[in-house]
Each structure stands twice: as structure tokens, then as C-alpha cells.
């Protein structure tokens, strides 16, 4: 079982930036691919980015340009800074860990921090 653990959240203004954080309590080159999911209320949860262990990044369009996404392979970390926010970046902010298994694929939550950005 693989716990992860998000940090860094909380409120910035418009225009201001925010860097999360997520601990994996396993080493991460063991996870294919780590990430982060938004969810704001009344909404679906959606991906913000991603980061395989080849470190190839993929981005949500709404992101591209502000957001930053890093591992430390080190630290067992995978960070999120967060850049130009915008008050519709507001949401609940999950870190997510997809690994491989025998049976398939496992997927992995964190349990959110929330993220708020004022106008």
C-alpha cells in the first residue's frame, strides 16, 4: 500500500503563487506516474499535471505556463508550484500515484489539501 501526503496548501491572491508538496511513503522510481488532481465544488475531479518516472510532464491547458510540476526521487517527493494564480484555480488539490501491479494498474490518493485564491 502506498500513502501519500500532500502540503502547501492554503490562500493567496490573485496574481500570487502556492507550492504543493506530496510524500510517498515508498520510494517513487517505483511509481510509473505521479500527479495532481483538482476538485472544485460541484465539480468533476480533473487533472492539473502529471509526471512519469522518466520525468516526462504533461499538463492541463488551463495550467500550461503557470504551473510546475518537479519530483525528487531523493526525497520521494513530487511538487506542484503554482504560479499567476487565478481565483478559478480554488479547489481541493489531490496528489495521485498510478503504479503498476500484477493485476494491472493500482491508483493512489492523498487526502487533499484545499487551495483558495481570492480576487
Known amino acids: 500500500q502506498v500513502q501519500l501526503v500532500e502540503s502547501g496548501g492554503g490562500l493567496a491572491q490573485a496574481g500570487g503563487s502556492l507550492r504543493l508538496s506530496c510524500a510517498a511513503s515508498?520510494?517513487?522510481?517505483?511509481?510509473?506516474?505521479m500527479g495532481w488532481y483538482r476538485q472544485a465544488p460541484g465539480k468533476q475531479r480533473d487533472l492539473v499535471a502529471h509526471?512519469?518516472?522518466?520525468?516526462?510532464?504533461n499538463y492541463a491547458d488551463s495550467v500550461k505556463g503557470r504551473f510546475t510540476i518537479s519530483r525528487d526521487n531523493a526525497k520521494n517527493t513530487v511538487s506542484l508550484q503554482m504560479n499567476s494564480l487565478k481565483p478559478e484555480d480554488t479547489a481541493v488539490y489531490y496528489c495521485?500515484?498510478?503504479?503498476?501491479?500484477?493485476?494491472?494498474?493500482?491508483?493512489?490518493w492523498g487526502q487533499g489539501t484545499q487551495v483558495t485564491v481570492s480576487s
Open positions: 495521485h500515484g498510478l503504479r503498476r501491479s500484477e493485476s494491472g494498474w493500482d491508483n493512489y
Open positions: 515508498i520510494n517513487i522510481v517505483n511509481i510509473n506516474r
Open positions: 509526471i512519469t518516472s522518466d520525468s516526462v510532464t
